[in-house]
């Protein structure tokens, strides 16, 4: 049973428009989500988290939005750059699981 | 050098080798990770370590060995794999606070083990 799911497994937006990726959870104990940016040949990059006392936290061009009773957080980039071009993880952990689960990823391309 | 290094990048064996992955942290993180990822799926963690220790063994199989000499290095020991163990094996490193629970890891580049 996967707990984190990324339903889109790619996503096209041109250059200068707003990128939104979204991560859904199915364990209500989760309180620490994560988004991770990974190029191809590299692993992945730490980009944003925010904690389960919070709805938003923005950094940059990346705003994280969690919405715990849907159980879902999105991903929004704006303005979405062409070196925005890679695929996103997100992920979820919380003090019953002590270890961070990951979703399957989503391919974000952004054409010029 | 920066970051977590992982060496070799490529690797090639057959069923019958035993070849080692190495991990190097140099953040001074106090835990240590193995994941693998298969196409098309998610990450999946293997082993931790943490304080040297290691807390958890996601029931991998046995042909998968890690040793965790110090904090700063990690190892997996390969041997008699399968085809279907071909894969992206990363590892990743954080500073527990007091654990390994929910502390944002850092990843190395990663080694693309193909079995043949």
């Known amino acids: 049973d996967q707990q984190v799911k990324q339903n889109s497994p790619s996503l096209s937006v041109q250059e200068g428009r707003i990128s939104i990726l979204n991560c859904d959870y199915t364990?209500?104990?989760?309180?620490?989500f994560l988004w991770y940016k990974k190029y191809p040949a590299e692993g992945p990059t730490f980009l944003i988290s925010i904690s389960s006392i919070k709805d938003k936290n923005e950094d940059g061009r990346f705003t994280v939005f969690l919405n715990k009773s849907a159980k879902h957080l999105s991903l929004h980039i704006v303005p979405s750059q062409p070196g925005d071009s890679a695929v996103y993880f997100c992920?979820?952990?919380?003090?019953?699981?002590?270890?961070?689960?990951f979703g399957q990823g989503t391919t974000l391309q952004v054409k010029p | 050098e920066t970051g977590v290094t992982q060496t070799p990048r490529h690797l090639v064996m057959g069923m019958t080798n035993k070849k080692s992955l190495k991990c190097e942290q140099h953040l001074g993180h106090n835990a240590m990770y193995w994941y693998k990822q298969s196409a098309k799926k998610p990450l999946e963690l293997m082993f931790v370590y943490s304080l040297e220790e290691r807390v958890e063994n996601n029931s991998v199989p046995s042909r998968f060995s890690p040793e965790c000499p110090n904090s700063s290095h990690l190892f997996l020991h390969l041997h008699t794999l399968q085809p279907e163990d071909s894969a992206l094996y990363l590892c990743a490193s954080s500073q527990a606070g007091s654990g390994y629970s929910t502390d944002t890891q850092y990843f190395g580049p990663g080694t693309r083990l193909t079995v043949l």
């Open positions: 992920a979820a952990s919380g003090s019953n699981t002590g270890k961070l689960i």
């Open positions: 364990n209500s104990m989760f309180d620490y």
